[in-house]
């Protein structure tokens, strides 16, 4: 697994365009949705800069979530058969602070009392794509995974253990799967993986949250300027450790996160963080269409 230490100790900026493109086989004549793109400011990670634009115009209002994150409600009252929405990022990452070889025995008595805070009750508990069940429960007894002396190398190990068990196969699953169905055809995306390994850790009592970002993947040799045509959104999962804080784990590359992923927000799973939702009146039919660019600065 390619960990923080690995990665050059510089910090990387990067620009990123993400355009969502809804097409209607009959005219909207009303829209509300709710935009959850701007990037997290957050430790090790600065927005510098972040704009959100629509085709046609639209009344934009920005919240804060209860998970701290920003987005912006989007309303627009008049016919339209397509609507654009374009998001411009700039972001600076820090490379992750190193980690300890391993942490002491004792951990795991103060992970499993982190349960007893209610501030991680959200990340500790189940949640609708991240929940305990029998499927579940025979899965992780085949995995053969579980906590043994050190969390940081449990959950290591778990996360490795889900990248040889599923096969990464777009299309098998939805943005609305649970975990049962890549249990079942041990097929799925990022984040189906993801919601695997939120719901497993928790059930060790490890307050775990669901990430939803970017991951930078380029042709051109690592840290240098460049750009990633074509990417799209990713999935990954942050887990509560003492005096170490949150800590990325990406089981679908078998990877720590580090200077390439970049935080747009993060909830108990999925349904806490989509790109886009909302309700229209009238459309008909309607495709979303979605495009991504990333660029090393």
């Not at 972001?91 to 025995?105: F, I, N, W, Y």
């Not at 290591?156 to 040889?164: I, V």
Request: with cysteine.
């Amino acid at each position: 697994m390619t960990t923080p230490a690995d990665r050059a100790v510089v910090s990387w900026r990067y620009r990123i365009e993400h355009v969502s493109r809804f097409v209607y086989s009959e005219p909207v004549r009303r829209c509300t949705m709710s935009l959850c793109l701007q990037p997290l400011q957050a430790p090790g990670q600065g927005l510098v800069d972040f704009s959100v634009r629509t085709t046609p115009p639209a009344r934009l209002t920005t919240e804060t979530d209860p998970f701290g994150n920003t987005r912006h409600v989007l309303t627009l009252h008049r016919d339209h058969d397509l609507l654009e929405v374009v998001s411009t990022s700039e972001v600076k990452m820090d490379p992750p602070p190193p980690l300890p070889d391993r942490l002491e025995t004792s951990t795991w008595d103060e992970v499993r009392g982190m349960g007893a805070d209610p501030k991680w009750w959200d990340f500790t508990g189940s949640s609708p794509l991240a929940h305990p069940s029998p499927a579940l429960a025979d899965f992780v007894t085949q995995l053969g995974v579980e906590p043994r002396d050190d969390p940081l190398e449990d959950l290591l190990e778990l996360s490795s253990a889900l990248n040889d068990a599923f096969e990464y196969m777009p299309g098998v699953t939805s943005v609305d799967s649970t975990i049962e169905d890549i249990l079942t055809s041990r097929k799925g995306v990022c984040q189906d993986y993801t919601h695997v390994l939120v719901a497993i850790a928790r059930s060790w009592g490890v307050p775990t949250r669901y990430v939803s970002g970017y991951l930078y993947v380029s042709g051109d040799a690592p840290g240098q300027p460049g750009s990633a045509f074509g990417a799209a959104t990713h999935a990954w999962a942050e887990t509560r450790l003492p005096r170490l804080g949150w800590i990325g784990l990406d089981p679908t590359n078998r990877s720590f996160s580090d200077q390439r992923y970049v935080r747009i927000a993060v909830g108990r799973d999925y349904q806490d963080v989509p790109p886009t939702r909302g309700v229209i009146e009238g459309g008909g039919e309607s495709q979303l269409e979605v495009d991504v660019r990333m660029t090393l600065l």
